[in-house]
């Protein structure tokens, strides 16, 4: 369960770090994904694009 929630936690630090790049392709602004503005930083919380992703990536994986 832990190793899950590491993982989970990596991949929305990277999602966050891509998030300009990846609302240039659409993502990002599907319902789901949330952001806002906390102690002056803006926090994005990609949770559906997550599962977006994580979908077409082990769909590719059993075609591969």
């Known amino acids: 369960m832990i190793r899950w929630l590491i993982v ?3 991949a929305l630090l990277l ?3 891509l998030s300009p790049w990846l609302k240039r392709l659409g993502l990002g602004k599907l319902p789901g994904d949330f952001s806002f503005k906390l102690f002056g930083r803006e926090w994005y919380i990609p949770l559906a694009t997550t599962v977006l992703l994580s979908v077409i990536v082990g769909l590719l994986s059993k075609f591969i």
Request: a neutral charge; hydrophobic letters at 65%.
């Open 8 to 10: 989970v936690f990596l």
């Open 15 to 17: 999602i966050n770090g």
